[in-house]
């Protein structure tokens, strides 16, 4: 049988969302390739992509429901029918219902698929069933309530838009492994005279792409914008004009950066004043600055004030407006141009629901706690065993025999193997959906390139399915995905108004397309005027980083692996191979007080938990810094916990997001 290619897109966790080519024969996936035609990426795909058809014909895929027959987290299954995995789930959960309330059930899910419809299908069904409502700010929540409260909801610099800039600063974020398609703009920019910087908690290899790489101490982003600032003003450096014109608050913020000069930061920050004052003065002489801000400095108890203030900071110099100035990182185009209610059905909620965030999972499963405990799981496109913190105590509930756990999955993930019910579940290629981009301003529709094999069923016909186990009479679930897809299409009036003719065509004909640039003048708060003083902020300043953790001097921070995404491709083991083993870096300062060596066996620990490591020694980071990188597979750990297992259940001080680089632990010597 002759075979052809089909364009798709890439569904994961990504900012670039790339556009793909698919050769298929109408049924099989036999490669995979980049789409040259696609405005951004343009063809090239990162290792995990280029053989993604090895993902979808993995011989470990799961094809079947199935029904848990050992005990929780042993992995032992028996092969059943979808008539009565759905007749188990309809049944257990009309039972907790009548006894608890349908609140004692709760979704959990994030970003599996980055879809729209695969992503929020389940939110209809959910409020449908008046089921506990899942609050979904594992990732970057508390950068953008920063950036919200700031600039309203305008577009940041699409990274294009940096080919124009003469520095570009990266902070806080490591684009080889989570912005690759920026690389070869960054090369071609340096070639070209700009000069690239890099902040970071750990020099990772995107310190190879720079010029300078500059240290700091996690939390201590905020604090390092801020004196900048404060040089900016006291010599004269500060763009007064701007600043009168298109701000709204900055006299009340001015006199508090008097307590910011570089030398009262530096010991906070670990970055020298003299290394400060040259900062800001390289940032105030460039003709175009950009600041590229990944969402690590976020993710600490003071982060989302730390990001506003280094969002801050083209304002104080004037780059907005000018072409290349700005900041990148916080999404070009939000809210995005189509009504994703038609997806998640808020209407569809008869009455209020409590509200449970999904960094606290493991708080929120002890029963108690709530009233009404929670009785049920239902678990797709996450897996919280391995990428929700407090692990160690989240497991001991998810192996508890009270507990129902519904599992929509491709493979037995961690979370997979406690689950009473794992129901089959589909690749990005075998169902229908659109992908936004949130890391550039493209779009992109997909059809189903080939059928579902065997017994896979999409997340959404999941939940169609469920709803008819279940009555559900609400003709909403009646629709396909590809109704769905042609729905939001059709009745999204923001997105034909942006979109030319041509450029509508292409995108119903499964293309990448892409959207003008945010106009960056145009801030969208009430007033028109960059938000420096917002009533909803307890203060203008972050609050310092936090104090060590008693007991707990070194500060761990969770980074992330080029070769795998979170826990996705932990089944690839082309790519985990060339990952190695669950490793801690540790500056040399540190391993020498401690009697650890390089490639060593070491303990990483806390009141939490005990996680065993091979030690990196290494000055990539400061003193009192250790770093964890990559989501293991937990049978690939060396004790069946991982860097998770360190992380406490805190919130930021906006958006409810994680903090899980904000957590003191002790690392000792093993044996």
Same mark, same amino acid.
């Given at each position: 049988?002759?075979?052809?290619?089909?364009?798709?897109?890439?569904? =994961?966790?990504?900012?670039?969302?790339?556009?793909?080519?698919?050769?298929?024969?109408?049924?099989?996936? *036999?490669?995979?390739?980049?789409?040259?035609?696609?405005?951004?990426?343009?063809?090239?795909?990162?290792?995990?992509?280029?053989?993604?058809?090895?993902?979808?014909?993995?011989?470990?895929?799961?094809?079947?429901?199935?029904?848990?027959?050992?005990?929780?987290?042993?992995?032992?299954?028996?092969?059943?029918?979808?008539?009565?995995?759905?007749?188990?789930?309809?049944?257990?959960?009309?039972?907790?219902?009548?006894?608890?309330?349908?609140?004692?059930?709760?979704? =959990?899910?994030?970003?599996?698929?980055?879809?729209?419809?695969?992503?929020?299908?389940?939110?209809?069904?959910?409020? =449908?069933?008046?089921?506990?409502?899942?609050?979904?700010?594992?990732?970057?929540?508390?950068?953008?309530?920063?950036?919200?409260? !700031?600039?309203?909801?305008?577009?940041?610099?699409?990274?294009?838009?940096?080919?124009?800039?003469?520095?570009?600063?990266?902070?806080?974020?490591?684009?080889?492994?989570?912005?690759?398609?920026?690389?070869?703009?960054?090369?071609?920019?340096?070639?070209?005279?700009?000069?690239?910087?890099?902040?970071?908690?750990?020099?990772?290899?995107?310190?190879?792409?720079?010029?300078? +790489?500059?240290?700091?101490?996690?939390?201590?982003?905020?604090?390092?914008?801020?004196?900048?600032?404060?040089?900016?003003?006291?010599?004269?450096?500060?763009?007064?004009?701007?600043?009168?014109?298109?701000?709204?608050?900055?006299?009340?913020?001015?006199?508090?950066?008097?307590?910011?000069?570089?030398?009262?930061?530096?010991?906070?920050?670990?970055?020298?004043?003299? +290394?400060?004052?040259?900062?800001?003065?390289?940032?105030?002489?460039?003709?175009?600055?950009?600041?590229?801000?990944?969402?690590?400095?976020?993710?600490?108890?003071?982060?989302?004030?730390?990001?506003?203030?280094?969002?801050?900071?083209?304002?104080?110099?004037?780059?907005?407006?000018?072409?290349?100035?700005?900041?990148?990182?916080?999404?070009?185009?939000?809210?995005?141009?189509?009504?994703?209610?038609?997806?998640?059905?808020?209407?569809?909620?008869?009455?209020?629901?409590?509200?449970?965030?999904?960094?606290? !999972?493991?708080?929120?499963?002890?029963?108690?706690?709530?009233?009404?405990?929670?009785?049920?799981?239902?678990?797709?496109?996450?897996?919280?065993?391995?990428?929700?913190?407090?692990?160690?105590?989240?497991?001991?509930?998810?192996?508890?025999?009270?507990?129902?756990?519904?599992?929509?999955?491709?493979?037995?993930?961690?979370?997979?193997?406690?689950?009473?019910?794992?129901?089959?579940?589909?690749?990005?290629?075998?169902?229908?959906?659109?992908?936004?981009?949130?890391?550039?301003?493209?779009?992109?529709?997909?059809?189903?390139?080939?059928?579902?094999?065997?017994?896979?069923?999409?997340?959404?016909?999941?939940?169609?399915?469920?709803?008819?186990?279940?009555?559900?009479?609400?003709?909403?679930?009646?629709?396909?995905?590809?109704?769905?897809?042609?729905?939001?299409?059709?009745?999204?009036?923001?997105?034909?108004?942006? !979109?030319?003719?041509?450029?509508?065509?292409?995108?119903?004909?499964?293309?990448?397309?892409?959207?003008?640039?945010?106009?960056?003048?145009?801030?969208?708060?009430?007033?028109?005027?960059?938000?420096?003083?917002?009533?909803?902020?307890?203060?203008?300043?972050?609050?310092?980083?936090?104090?060590?953790?008693?007991?707990?001097?070194?500060?761990?921070?969770?980074?992330?692996?080029? =070769?795998?995404?979170?826990?996705? *491709?932990?089944?690839?083991?082309?790519?985990?191979?060339?990952?190695?083993?669950?490793?801690?870096?540790?500056?040399?300062?540190?391993?020498?007080?401690?009697?650890?060596?390089?490639?060593?066996?070491?303990?990483?620990?806390?009141?939490?938990?005990?996680?065993?490591?091979?030690?990196?020694?290494?000055?990539?980071?400061?003193?009192? +810094?250790?770093?964890?990188?990559?989501?293991?597979?937990?049978?690939?750990?060396?004790?069946?916990?991982?860097?998770?297992?360190? !992380?406490?259940?805190?919130?930021?001080?906006?958006?409810?997001?994680?903090?899980?680089?904000?957590?003191?632990?002790?690392?000792?010597?093993?044996?």
């Amino acid at each position: 049988m002759s075979t052809y290619f089909t364009r798709s897109a890439c569904p =994961y966790d990504c900012p670039d969302t790339c556009g793909l080519l698919v050769e298929t024969d109408g049924r099989t996936v *036999f490669r995979v390739k980049g789409d040259p035609e696609h405005p951004v990426t343009k063809g090239f795909l990162c290792r995990k992509m280029q053989r993604y058809d090895l993902s979808i014909n993995h011989p470990e895929r799961i094809l079947y429901p199935l029904q848990r027959v050992g005990r929780k987290g042993s992995g032992d299954f028996r092969r059943i029918g979808w008539e009565a995995a759905l007749e188990t789930i309809a049944g257990k959960w009309r039972r907790i219902i009548a006894d608890h309330g349908p609140e004692a059930i709760l979704p =959990y899910s994030y970003s599996g698929p980055m879809s729209l419809v695969g992503r929020h299908g389940g939110m209809a069904f959910f409020n =449908y069933l008046g089921a506990s409502n899942l609050v979904r700010t594992i990732c970057c929540s508390g950068k953008n309530a920063a950036w919200a409260s !700031l600039m309203g909801a305008m577009g940041d610099l699409d990274p294009r838009e940096m080919a124009a800039s003469d520095l570009i600063i990266i902070w806080g974020s490591d684009v080889t492994a989570t912005r690759l398609h920026l690389v070869p703009q960054l090369q071609a920019s340096r070639r070209q005279g700009a000069k690239i910087l890099l902040i970071e908690t750990c020099a990772g290899p995107t310190a190879e792409l720079c010029d300078e +790489t500059i240290l700091v101490r996690p939390g201590s982003d905020g604090a390092l914008a801020l004196a900048m600032m404060r040089v900016l003003l006291e010599e004269g450096l500060a763009d007064k004009a701007f600043l009168a014109a298109h701000t709204r608050g900055w006299e009340k913020l001015e006199p508090e950066l008097g307590a910011h000069r570089p030398e009262a930061v530096s010991e906070a920050t670990g970055v020298p004043a003299a +290394t400060i004052r040259r900062l800001a003065r390289m940032y105030a002489g460039a003709k175009a600055p950009a600041i590229l801000l990944g969402s690590g400095a976020s993710r600490h108890r003071n982060g989302a004030m730390n990001c506003r203030c280094v969002a801050l900071l083209p304002a104080v110099v004037g780059a907005w407006g000018k072409p290349g100035g700005g900041i990148a990182g916080f999404g070009p185009l939000n809210p995005f141009p189509c009504d994703v209610t038609r997806i998640t059905r808020p209407d569809l909620r008869k009455k209020p629901v409590r509200s449970i965030n999904m960094n606290q !999972l493991a708080a929120a499963l002890d029963e108690a706690s709530l009233q009404p405990p929670i009785k049920s799981l239902y678990v797709y496109g996450s897996n919280p065993a391995a990428v929700a913190g407090n692990q160690k105590k989240l497991l001991e509930h998810l192996g508890r025999e009270d507990l129902f756990t519904v599992v929509h999955e491709r493979f037995m993930t961690d979370t997979a193997r406690f689950a009473d019910i794992v129901l089959p579940s589909t690749f990005s290629v075998e169902q229908a959906d659109i992908y936004p981009c949130y890391g550039y301003c493209t779009l992109q529709a997909a059809p189903a390139v080939v059928p579902p094999p065997a017994e896979c069923k999409s997340p959404w016909d999941a939940f169609r399915a469920l709803a008819a186990a279940l009555g559900f009479d609400e003709p909403h679930f009646q629709k396909s995905e590809q109704d769905l897809v042609d729905e939001i299409l059709s009745n999204s009036p923001q997105l034909r108004e942006t !979109l030319a003719e041509q450029e509508y065509a292409d995108l119903l004909a499964g293309r990448g397309i892409s959207f003008p640039f945010a106009e960056h003048l145009r801030f969208a708060t009430a007033d028109g005027k960059i938000a420096v003083d917002d009533p909803e902020l307890p203060s203008l300043l972050p609050g310092p980083p936090s104090p060590p953790d008693k007991g707990y001097p070194l500060r761990m921070v969770a980074a992330p692996s080029p =070769y795998t995404l979170n826990s996705t *491709f932990n089944e690839r083991d082309d790519l985990t191979a060339k990952r190695g083993p669950l490793s801690l870096i540790i500056h040399s300062e540190d391993a020498r007080a401690r009697g650890i060596i390089d490639g060593g066996r070491v303990i990483c620990f806390n009141e939490l938990a005990r996680v065993e490591y091979t030690a990196k020694v290494t000055d990539t980071v400061l003193p009192g +810094t250790v770093v964890g990188h990559g989501v293991y597979r937990l049978d690939k750990t060396h004790n069946g916990l991982s860097t998770n297992a360190l !992380l406490r259940e805190r919130l930021s001080d906006l958006g409810e997001a994680t903090t899980l680089n904000d957590n003191g632990v002790e690392v000792e010597a093993g044996t």
